[in-house]
């Protein structure tokens, strides 16, 4: 599932090629992904002009004239793919096309059809049911070892599952759970609530940097993931610890190994020499 990396990725990709422009032409290709497509999109969506690409947390927000937007989630295996033209023959799994008055098409991959296509009217976005509960983000100024801090007061769930949980911080996933921890020297499995006032601090910083590195070399491709020009991002070869097991710590060397527990789920790597 794409994180908040890949998400500002294709964010930046698209901006340059949609930002200003007008559609001129909308194929939806089905009724539904996730969800049903939103009603008369194509004809709602044509002779729109985009004002604007945002992101709030691992969704990509499209501002049009008018003061709509559309709401798209990547899903599992979602990509936006620019091409300079519509393709003579659309790929199969192409759900989702826009073209636009300066030439180059934008379409909607989504092999597994996880993704979803919504619309916002003006001033539903903050009541919206997908966005409204979601906390803040976290390469903003919202998300401070201070209001962390009393986010994490009193709570006795993993730290991992808090930094999972979009209504404390947006857009971490499990890949970037576990390397932020790791490079905070934070156990995966420690109560929330009892992380010291410096631990709180190490773990917003880590969570800053490591989000930070992810979106410089282009997110983390380990199966769909792709920037819109085609190309993959990179910072897989950067992992510490996400899918490591059984190797050596980076930080601590070959008389320390990654580890791999399971919670909820869900797969946490960390090694217990430097993470205690």
Not at 70 to 96: C, E, Q, T, W, Y
Request: one cysteine or more; glycine letters at 10%; aromatic letters at 6%.
């Amino acid at each position: 599932m794409p994180e908040l990396p890949e998400v500002e990725t294709v964010r930046r990709g698209l901006e340059p090629v949609l930002l200003g422009a007008t559609f001129t032409q909308v194929l939806v290709r089905r009724p539904n992904l996730r969800r049903p497509f939103p009603d008369r999109l194509a004809e709602r969506l044509t002779g729109r002009k985009v004002t604007a690409l945002r992101r709030r947390a691992k969704y990509l927000l499209v501002d049009l004239s008018g003061g709509d937007a559309l709401l798209i989630h990547l899903g599992m295996s979602g990509r936006m793919v620019i091409s300079p033209a519509r393709p003579n023959d659309l790929d199969k799994h192409d759900h989702f096309v826009m073209e636009t008055d300066r030439g180059p098409v934008v379409r909607f991959n989504d092999a597994r059809r996880f993704g979803s296509v919504d619309w916002i009217a003006p001033g539903e976005e903050a009541g919206h049911a997908l966005l409204r509960d979601i906390g803040p983000e976290p390469l903003g100024d919202g998300f401070s070892p201070a209001q962390f801090a009393n986010a994490l007061a009193g709570r006795i769930a993993p730290i991992k599952a808090v930094l999972l949980d979009q209504r404390y911080v947006a857009g971490i996933g499990n890949i970037y759970a576990c390397e932020a921890l790791h490079k905070a020297a934070i156990h995966p499995a420690r109560a929330a609530g009892d992380l010291t006032g410096a631990e709180t601090s190490r773990l917003v910083e880590a969570v800053k940097t490591v989000l930070a590195a992810a979106i410089a070399a282009g997110g983390s491709t380990l199966r769909d993931h792709q920037q819109p020009n085609g190309e993959l991002g990179y910072f897989q070869h950067r992992f510490q610890v996400y899918g490591r097991s059984d190797e050596a710590c980076p930080r601590c060397g070959a008389g320390a190994v990654i580890e791999r527990l399971v919670q909820s789920g869900r797969s946490s790597f960390f090694c217990a020499t430097c993470q205690p």
